[in-house]
């Protein structure tokens, strides 16, 4: 049995009723997950079975966030992710700075998935899986064809509606 793991859970990985494997390491999320699942129901009764197994919560600091916002613009993830995503990164990126223990989060969000991949914080989605490539996202007109790097909604050039598409995977090694 390891004990030095850590897991980050985020919303979408609460409220998915999954059972998640908590008797290996610590389980931790952020604080303004509370505010996003409210009392009563079936996701309400999850997320106290949680709390009682010692789901602890923390808050990330100013400095992550603000990293975790700059990373995410270069992968093109920014404008996919709540604020609560980014504070899942940006706790999960504070906890990784000690090295001792082993940082894993566990979400089946594609872009969290992919700025920790950036950052090599490990993930898991709920079927277990290690995610094991890195995607790009660049924006590509659906009129013209046309791509951008930056996030955008219509394009300059013929006014159609800009869709985001995967460009790279590469493999992590
Ligand atoms: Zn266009």
Redesign the pocket.
């Known amino acids: 049995m390891k004990n030095n793991q850590i897991f980050i859970i985020d919303t979408s990985a609460i409220l998915s009723g999954k059972p998640i494997n908590i008797e290996e390491g610590e389980l931790i999320t952020t604080n303004s997950i509370k505010n996003e699942i409210k009392p009563g129901g079936r996701d309400y009764r999850v997320f106290q079975f949680l709390i009682q197994k010692g789901l602890k919560f923390f808050s990330p600091t100013k400095n992550a966030v603000e990293h975790i916002i700059n990373i995410s613009k270069k992968t093109g993830d920014y404008g996919r992710l709540s604020k609560v995503d980014i504070e899942i990164i940006s706790l999960s990126y504070d906890l990784s700075q000690d090295t001792s223990k082993e940082i894993i989060i566990i979400s089946d969000d594609y872009s969290i998935q992919n700025v920790a991949n950036y950052l090599k914080i490990k993930i898991q989605n709920f079927n277990q899986e290690i995610i094991t490539k890195r995607f790009k996202w660049i924006s590509r007109?659906k009129?013209?064809?046309?791509k951008f790097k930056e996030n955008i909604n219509t394009?300059p050039?013929?006014?159609?509606e800009i869709k985001r598409i995967v460009i790279k995977k590469e493999k992590l090694g």
Request: glycine fraction near 30%.
């Open positions: 007109c009129g013209c064809g046309k394009c050039i013929c006014g159609s």
